[in-house]
């Protein structure tokens, strides 16, 4: 079978998911979705972002850009066809595909493979906030303070939604972190369907592992052994911080279904 003409594209805002839903993704033995290649944010750089910048691009852009829009199509599927041999379906994983620097991205994707399949995976802001503040880089820095790491989720799954009403039916799919590690193998067949890619045994294999024990798989910032449901809001911020946390969360929780009041829903 030739390698597909579109990639899956998975995104969502980060700390959500989006690595073990990779990683599922790519217990299938003919699926190969990267992990944060970034590939089409640079095709989108590439085509729209420094297209504009006249020290880059002056005479002939039009043209040229034309040219370049029916060449990278072709040039990044071919490098997923050689670079993974076997596999028929490709794609990356990049949380930042909805990130405000990127805007426009998506797209970008759309325009350049109009068959890709969006995956965005959503998770409670409460708990996406509670890990972000509590990541560190190697050198003992803070991933984000309190406003940044709520703007990062509250931009990140709009930018997303937004996107995603644009598409076609089939185009988009919305998923739930909680739902998905309530019952991985329930989550994967509805992914697959929507993928249009038939199961696997080795899905069902991976989803079976993860139910029995848990696998770190990004630098996880709370015991995901003892509870993966487990939620830190509550004991990684104060009660004021809780309630400020709350007011910039608050109408985008309520618009993806989760409880305003209160802790992470469970």
């Not at 076997?86 to 426009?104: M, T």
């Not at 068959?115 to 708990?127: L, W």
């Not at 709009?158 to 644009?166: H, M, V």
Request: proline residues 6%; neutral net charge.
């Amino acid at each position: 079978m030739s390698i597909a003409p579109d990639p899956i594209v998975i995104l969502g805002a980060p700390r959500s998911g989006t690595t073990f839903l990779n990683e599922l993704v790519n217990a299938h033995p003919r699926v190969h979705v990267t992990h944060e290649m970034r590939l089409f944010a640079w095709a989108h750089h590439c085509l729209v972002t420094a297209a504009a910048d006249d020290r880059l691009l002056v005479t002939h852009r039009d043209e040229f850009l034309a040219h370049a829009r029916r060449s990278f199509a072709p040039l990044i599927r071919g490098f997923y066809a050689e670079r993974f041999p076997g596999k028929d379906h490709w794609g990356d994983k990049n949380p930042h595909y909805a990130d405000p620097a990127n805007r426009g991205c998506l797209g970008t994707v759309r325009a350049l493979f109009p068959g890709a399949k969006f995956v965005h995976i959503v998770r409670d802001g409460r708990d996406v906030v509670a890990s972000l503040v509590r990541r560190h880089h190697a050198d003992g820095r803070p991933w984000a303070d309190l406003p940044t790491a709520c703007r990062v989720w509250c931009e990140h799954t709009a930018i997303a939604r937004g996107f995603g009403r644009t598409l076609d039916d089939g185009a988009y799919l919305e998923l739930r972190y909680e739902d998905l590690v309530r019952d991985e193998s329930a989550q994967a067949r509805e992914l697959f369907a929507f993928l249009g890619i038939p199961s696997d045994p080795a899905v069902e294999a991976f989803c079976l592992r993860q139910r029995a024990a848990r696998t770190a798989l990004s630098t996880p910032t709370r015991d995901i052994a003892a509870d993966v449901l487990a939620s830190d809001f509550g004991r990684v911020l104060s009660a004021a911080d809780q309630a400020r946390a709350l007011e910039a969360l608050g109408a985008g929780l309520a618009a993806f279904g989760y409880p305003v009041d209160g802790g992470a829903e469970r």
